[in-house]
């Protein structure tokens, strides 16, 4: 296995991973994501590609096209930050976000 980051050519395997139920009940409040959200997420991931920390990385194994992701993002709030992973159901399954709100100041 291995990490790689996130391509624009990757969205087909990253949208069929996001619509598993075992994905999308955790992730996407019950329902599987629209095409424009994945596909928003891949722009923002490559727009901020060059800061350090900061990512959208696919998990690569032979046995599946995509073994899952992890996504470090900003978070909602000035200095969060959002961690997102996801496993593909052959793989054990699951996805679970952290948003944590950064340092004190």
Known sequence: MYLEHVTRADFTDLYRLCIQPRIYRYLFDGAPPDWSYVSERIEM?????????????????????????????????????????????????GASRFEWPGPPF
Not at 79 to 88: A, F, I, K, N
């Open 45 to 93: 991931a490559l727009a901020g590609a060059s800061r350090p920390g900061f990512g959208f990385w696919l998990l690569r194994h032979p046995g599946f096209p995509l073994a899952g992701a992890v996504d470090l993002a900003d978070g909602e709030n000035p200095c969060s930050r959002t961690l997102t992973w996801l496993l593909h159901p052959g793989s054990g399954g």
